[in-house]
């Protein structure tokens, strides 16, 4: 087993080992004094890994409860959230209770999301199945859901108290989802670790999963303690978030999933930057060669103009301008306003 401690408030555990579902009981009653645990998940996940880890919280003594809800980014709303809460309300849990959030993305966003809210805030688990979940989303507290005007524009930072992933688990998703998360591995490499980069561009990732995992739990962590909410060196999480999110939009958040965005995202902002002799030439090219080895996109159907339109509700932006992420070089990123009337020249549009 791999584990990685996260020193942010409390701090929390992050164990990494194929088969942590079977025996997951035991490390979280090691965390939680729970009477209660809402056990939080969607209708295909559940049907995989929901009785696995329901049996292990009841064999630990947790009385448990069941919210699940329809698979799929279109469920990351408001309305959902609240439904959540109210059902914990039903169940009557206390502020000492807890939940369990077991899925991708989506379901650890809004899972923690309403665990933050709810009585005020109590404590949640993050279990990741998908491979975005494990090597991004699960880890660093950021909950919320989508507005109809854009992306996890309502949230909160609401840390785990603990973070537990089953690398077996993704021998169930469909090589669309692998890919999904694949977007976020070459994230990582193309923010902070050249060698990550060469890594999944010379082998194949599926291959050295449980190492990549690692390494970009690993990364993330790190970034996390040194800047938990956001204020500077955790934005360059977002790079190629800004269009990204921007396109997920213009496809209504159902047609184009969060790695594909953020993969045509990672090329676009490349680009730019080789056009405004910031990044070198070759690096855009570079991004999108591994892009495609793991089948994710490289362009959008949507103009460029209507994209950079599109950021206008990015989390962001400030009055006048939009912090980018670029890049000096693959592993070498920093941040970058560019005032909103420079943007469109900035992307090569005038
Ligand atoms: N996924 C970006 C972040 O956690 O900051």
Do not use: W
């Not at 670790?193 to 190492?211: P, T």
């Not at 790190?222 to 999110?245: K, S």
């Amino acid at each position: 087993m791999k584990s990685i401690k996260v020193n942010v408030g409390k701090g929390y555990n992050i164990f990494i080992e194929k088969g942590i579902l079977n025996h997951c009981g035991d490390y979280i009653k090691q965390v939680s004094g729970a009477s209660k645990v809402c056990l939080i998940s969607d209708t295909n996940v559940i049907k995989l890994y929901g009785d696995t880890v329901k049996q292990q919280l009841m064999q630990v003594g947790f009385d448990v409860c069941q919210y699940v809800f329809e698979a799929g980014e279109a469920s990351k709303k408001p309305e959902t959230v609240i439904s959540m809460v109210e059902f914990m309300a039903e169940n009557e849990l206390t502020r000492g209770d807890l939940v369990v959030a077991l899925g991708g993305g989506v379901c650890g966003d809004m899972a923690g999301f309403a665990a933050s809210i709810y009585l005020r805030g109590i404590d949640f688990v993050q279990i990741p199945t998908s491979l975005l979940a494990q090597v991004d989303s699960s880890v660093g507290g950021k909950t919320a859901v989508d507005l109809p005007q854009g992306k996890n524009l309502c949230g909160a930072f609401h840390q785990p108290i603990l973070v537990l992933i089953d690398p077996n688990t993704l021998d169930t998703l469909t090589p669309h989802f692998f890919s999904d998360g694949m977007a976020e591995v070459i994230k990582t490499g193309c923010i902070k670790s050249a060698s990550l980069f060469d890594k999944i561009e010379s082998k194949d990732a599926k291959s050295i999963i449980d190492d990549i995992i690692f390494e970009c739990v690993s990364i993330k962590a790190g970034v996390v303690e040194r800047d938990e909410r956001e204020h500077g060196e955790r934005a360059l999480l977002n790079f190629g978030h800004t269009p990204g999110h921007a396109i997920e939009k213009l496809h209504g958040f159902t047609t184009i999933s969060h790695g594909e965005a953020v993969g045509i995202g990672m090329v676009m902002i490349a680009k730019a930057g080789e056009a405004n002799g910031i990044t070198p030439v070759g690096t855009a090219d570079r991004i999108a060669g591994v892009l495609q080895k793991y089948s994710l996109m490289v362009s959008d159907s949507n103009d460029l103009a209507s994209i950079i339109s599109a950021m206008n509700m990015d989390k962001k932006r400030s009055a006048d301008s939009i912090k980018f992420v670029l890049l000096h070089s693959i592993g070498d990123s920093f941040t970058q306003s560019i005032n909103n009337e420079d943007i469109p020249r900035f992307f090569g549009l005038e």
